[in-house]
């Protein structure tokens, strides 16, 4: 037996050991892909704290597209943080991708962000002097994926197989997002949690960036979308509100809408 003295590295203590198939609390008989617990996150003391998230409880079955919806400062993307292993909560558990990131250290959260989840924000974060496809592998790269067919492939995924040699000047502003969820899916990743990924971008080019990211989903990956675009719940399969720091309503989309008939 190992005693608490014995205990292995903390970036190896969040790998979660294995378990038969889950079944949710809402009784879909699908694996969670991440679980928070009492899930909180602090910031400063005294006068000076700041409570960004609040005892967050909430449960994404695999395979689901789920949107967070709410206004800005309602901690919607502290959560997200949270969830992809920026920063560990102060309080509570958050599991996803088999892992406790609660207990995990810098490395151990290092090595899930590089393993598990891909990344997609409001600002494309492209660099101007190379080109989509090497903008698309320079992030693989890092992961260990970096074959130029595992990239090309990423980059038609998200139709811009012939834009592979465009620089992001020119490019889109639609096109630049697709560029970034093609670099963020070039790993396979498990989890793709999107940070206002429309914020910057008109209907049109918007429905086009949904399209993409409800067709990931239909491959089966879990996707999470943070936005405060009310529009775009129709589209989810499962929608969680947040306000001051706090989830505080988690409902359910039977017919998710199609990304075509997403309007704002």
């Not at 998200?158 to 020119?170: M, N």
């Not at 502003?173 to 790993?187: L, M, T």
């Not at 049109?204 to 993409?212: A, E, F, M, Q, S």
Request: proline content about 5%; glycine content about 12%; overall charge neutral.
């Amino acid at each position: 037996m190992r005693h608490d003295s014995d205990q292995a590295p903390a970036s190896e203590r969040g790998t979660a050991p294995r378990r038969g198939p889950a079944t949710g609390r809402d009784g879909t008989g699908k694996r969670p892909a991440v679980v928070l617990r009492g899930a909180s996150k602090t910031y400063g003391r005294g006068r000076a704290e700041v409570h960004a998230l609040r005892e967050a409880d909430l449960e994404v079955p695999e395979g689901e597209l789920v949107v967070l919806l709410g206004p800005s400062g309602s901690g919607k993307t502290t959560l997200l943080n949270l969830i992809g292993g920026i920063e560990p909560p102060s309080a509570g558990e958050v599991l996803a991708g088999g892992r406790d990131l609660s207990r995990l250290d810098e490395d151990g959260r290092t090595a899930y962000r590089r393993d598990t989840v891909g990344f997609v924000f409001q600002f494309f974060n492209l660099v101007p002097s190379l080109t989509a496809l090497e903008n698309v592998r320079l992030v693989a790269e890092l992961t260990g994926r970096g074959d130029r067919e595992r990239s090309a492939a990423a980059l038609a995924a998200v139709g811009l197989d012939e834009r592979g040699s465009h620089f992001p000047a020119q490019l889109s502003g639609g096109e630049q997002q697709r560029v970034a969820i093609a670099r963020a899916i070039a790993k396979d990743p498990a989890l793709l949690l999107c940070d206002e990924p429309t914020g910057a971008l008109d209907l049109d080019t918007g429905r086009g960036v949904l399209r993409v990211l409800q067709d990931l989903n239909g491959e089966g990956r879990t996707v999470l979308i943070v936005t405060h675009n009310a529009a775009i719940a129709a589209m989810a399969h499962r929608v969680v509100r947040m306000r001051s720091g706090r989830i505080v309503e988690v409902a359910e989309n039977a017919a998710p809408a199609p990304a075509e008939e997403v309007t704002w």
